[in-house]
Every structure is written in structure tokens, then in C-alpha cells.
């Protein structure tokens, strides 16, 4: 194919308003087509004319007919916009059968969305969705990604951020570590396993500044990931930090109980989409999740 040569072109307002009063037989059908007046069809015919130095219609009064210069070039913009119109079509079905695609870290996806995805799907089961679970901060552009939900301040570069749900730490633990149904005591605390992850320091600041314990001399098991921390402490292994996002259901059904909580809503949970519009199935999974909260 030919490299386009841009500067030769006439305007395409004035390809498209031939190309419609070549297909429809006139100024007027044409500018009923194309929502514009009678004259603004017939000026944009005749500036077509003037770049081309061609005339492509004879007027007869109130009837127009293609000159044998006209009849080509309005075969073959037929042909051209027919094209255009068939592969913008099969795009906009392609994007409204693609499923919603959400990245989010694996934790969240399976405590906080999965247990509410049968709703939404009682309520849009024409809405494909298809989590991308995955611990690291994705370009959502390059990944062709609809939307993500990440867990921060809300503030990051190159997407718009909607707050969804606060991420508040709690400590938590299964119902069988608690002896009656006051909190625990300090002492209590101090003397009861933890579990925690490793390279994340923030969780024994937290201890530290949240609770008044010396993180140094609690009984700490770790567990390589998030999800595995977070399963080990609903077995009862011991006192863990979590967001309180996350153990909604556990705590509603009284398998886990709060040890120690703040009231801060940040850290929380956002949804970040790119610059710009999304496709439709986005936007009604997504006005649905911040409905939901």
C-alpha cells in the first residue's frame, strides 16, 4: 500500500459531502444525512470541485448529475467509507463482546470482589468480566486493561483515581483466640503468635506505633504472601494485620474478631482508569463496584 500523501487531500467534509449527494442524488437528501443545511452541502461540493480543478456534478436546475469524473470518485469513496464503516463496526462489536478486564492484587480480588461478582452478574449477566490478578502496578494502556483497583492514596501519575473502599489496618484473629467477649488485653497480645509478611516493615510500625507492643518481642511467623498470611490467621495461627476491606464476610460471620482498629479511610482502595473514555460494559461494571460501597 502507498504511503498517503495528507497534503494532497481535499478536506474530507467535503469527500463525505460528495460521496453522500453522489449515493443519494442530491444536495438536499445529502443534507438531510449528513444534519447540515442544503447550502453547506452544495458549498462543500463545490470547494471539492475547485481543489480537483474537476467538475464532478451538472446542475440542471434542482437536479444534479455526475460528470464521468464524478462517477469514479464517488465508486470509489463508496467503496473507501464502505470499508471504514465495516471494520469501525466490527471493532465496536468486538469491544462490547470483550469482557471487562480488571487488574487488582490477588488478596483483594479474592476476599473483597469475588464474594460480590454473583450479584453483579444477577443484575448485568450480559457483562463479561475478567480479573488479572496481580501484585504489581500495571500500565493499563499497554496491557489493554479497562480499569484497575489499587490499593494507596489515590495520587498516582497517568490515571484518574475514584475512591472505592478504605483499606483501614486492622488486627485480626480468629474467634478462638479470644477468651470472652472483651478485646484482648495488651498482655494478651503480647503473649498470642503473629503472623505477618516479610519486606513489608510497615506492618511492625504499625504494631509498634497502633498497639504499644515492641514488634521485637512478639512470637512473629511469616508467610511469604498476603493471601497466605491472611489464610493462616482465619485457621487460628495467630494475630495478623490486614485491611478491614478485606475481612468484611469473616468478621459479619463472627469466624474473626478486631483485636485493635483505627479510623483512618486511607489507605484505601481506588479504581484508576486511563485518560479517556471507556467502553460501555466498563462503565456499568464500574459505576456498579463504587455503587456497591
Known sequence: MP??????????????AFEATARLGGFSAAAR?????????AQQVRALEAHLDLALVRRDGRAIALTEDGVRLAASLSEGFGAIQAVLDELREGGADRPVTVTLTPTFASNWLMPRLGRFWSEHPEVAVSLRPDPRVLDLRRERLDFGIRFGEG?????????????????VGASKLFRGPDPLTREEMERLPWILEPDWPEQRQWI????????????????????????????GYG?????????????????????????????????????GPLRRPARIFMRWLLATV
Request: glycine content about 4%; charged content about 20%; aromatic content about 8%.
Open 3 to 16: 504511503d498517503l500523501n495528507w497534503l494532497h487531500f481535499p478536506p474530507l467534509p467535503a469527500l463525505r
Open 33 to 41: 444525512a449528513l444534519n447540515v443545511t442544503h447550502a453547506a452541502v
Open 155 to 171: 495520587n498516582w501519575p497517568g490515571v484518574e483515581a475514584t475512591y472505592l473502599t478504605s483499606a483501614r489496618y486492622i488486627v
Open 208 to 235: 509498634a506505633c497502633c498497639t504499644g507492643l515492641d514488634p521485637d518481642r512478639l512470637h512473629i511467623t511469616e508467610f511469604a504472601t498476603e493471601e497466605l498470611a491472611l489464610s493462616a490467621a482465619r485457621q
Open 239 to 275: 494475630l495478623h494485620i490486614t485491611s478491614a476491606a478485606l475481612v468484611e464476610a469473616d468478621l459479619r460471620a463472627g469466624e474473626m474478631r478486631i483485636a485493635v482498629e483505627t479510623e483512618d479511610d486511607n489507605p484505601g482502595y481506588y479504581v484508576v482508569t486511563p485518560p
